[in-house]
């Protein structure tokens, strides 16, 4: 038999109800999240140029070792290492006994030749009016005129010997290719000189130190740097009172994949022959800086796929994502070319959760370090 719901039980649902409703009406509301803490720091222009310091090696303009072009033995030398000499100035004179020799049995047998040519001349002619006669046969005068045609070549043959050695004549004495300074000797008089080849040792060596040849490597980060006409400034520790004044001319066009450097030459007057090739020097790179420079921290560019960019944060400390061109790294800085203003407010390693418009609170900004 079953038994009617009880009218107090049935009230029991809505009173807990209420109840609910009574205690979450006196709980106060959640109150919003705080805005998220920034560091931030400034941009700031540039003080003046912004040196690039780099090792380099001091070359001389142009080296040559001198080698001698014929055989023979040491009359005299002239110049010693040190000395200044100048373009055609004679190095070394060389006594060459054997070519000498040579040149007068080929003047002997030129001679001869022209002995020969005339004899078979005289005999072609001949045998021309024998032949008008019909004393000879057509056939003994092609003979005649084909001994006068080898005689002819057997003179040119004997004349190219004569001339070949004359020029050897001309290497006797050994001349100076530029103007420059000595930088070795390896001759004595009276000694033995073979004609030069790769295996053989060099009388002389020269080199031209009025200008000089400063080779670099400069990092991939800074080739920004480097553009030719770009002043750069020497230092050698040697020298510690004098900055030399030089300047960019070329570079090599490609990074070394290597070392991910570009080979680039700087052009240093030297007239007072004060440096010498082989010193080892620093050079700075004092590139110009655009208009629109800025420093920024490193860790305030961001790097992805799309790019650099900044997030500044504006007046009403609301954060904005900028994209930016950026050029050197110089370490602690880097340095933006464009798309962000002197002065700008940046968050120093901004989160991922930043988005566009996000209002932060901002701790003191850091001292820029110039």
């Not at 003179?155 to 004569?162: E, P, S």
């Not at 799309?306 to 994502?321: I, P, T």
């Not at 790294?329 to 962000?340: A, K, P, R, Y």
Request: aromatic letters at 4%.
């Amino acid at each position: 038999m079953k038994h009617a719901p009880s009218p107090r039980r049935a009230l029991i649902p809505f009173a807990l109800a209420a109840l609910c409703c009574e205690v979450l009406a006196a709980e106060p509301a959640a109150a919003p999240a705080p805005p998220p803490v920034v560091a931030v720091a400034r941009a700031v222009k540039p003080a003046g140029g912004i040196d690039l310091t780099l090792p380099a090696n001091i070359e001389a303009w142009q080296e040559t070792r001198v080698h001698a072009r014929i055989d023979g033995y040491v009359r005299r030398w002239h110049a010693d290492i040190g000395d200044r000499v100048e373009a055609g100035q004679v190095l070394v004179e060389i006594d060459t006994p054997e070519v000498d020799q040579d040149l007068a049995r080929a003047r002997a047998s030129a001679a001869q030749a022209t002995a020969n040519l005339e004899l078979a001349r005289v005999s072609y002619e001949r045998w021309q009016r024998l032949q008008g006669r019909q004393v000879v046969s057509e056939q003994d005068l092609d003979e005649r005129h084909a001994t006068f045609d080898a005689r002819k070549a057997d003179l040119k043959a004997a004349q190219a010997a004569v001339e070949r050695l004359d020029a050897l004549q001309k290497f006797k004495k050994v001349l100076a290719p530029f103007a420059g300074t000595v930088t070795l000797r390896n001759v004595e008089n009276g000694s033995l000189i073979a004609a030069g080849g790769s295996d053989t040792k060099e009388i002389y060596r020269i080199a031209e130190t009025a200008r000089l040849r400063i080779r670099v490597r400069v990092p991939q980060a800074s080739l920004r740097a480097v553009a030719n006409g770009v002043e750069a400034r020497v230092l050698v520790a040697e020298f510690p009172d004098r900055v030399f004044q030089g300047k960019v001319v070329r570079s090599a066009g490609a990074v070394d994949p290597g070392s991910r450097t570009l080979l680039t030459e700087i052009e240093l007057a030297n007239a007072d022959g004060a440096l010498m090739p082989g010193l080892f020097a620093q050079v700075k790179l004092v590139p110009p800086t655009g208009e629109k420079t800025v420093l920024v921290p490193t860790n305030a560019v961001k790097l992805d796929g799309k790019g650099a960019h900044v997030v500044v944060v504006d007046a009403a400390q609301a954060v904005h994502l900028l994209p930016v061109a950026i050029g050197r790294n110089l370490g602690i800085q880097i340095e933006v070319l464009s798309g962000l203003d002197e002065g700008a407010t940046l968050v120093l390693n901004p989160p991922d959760a930043l988005k566009e418009g996000m209002r932060v609170e901002v701790k003191a900004p850091e001292k820029p370090k110039v």
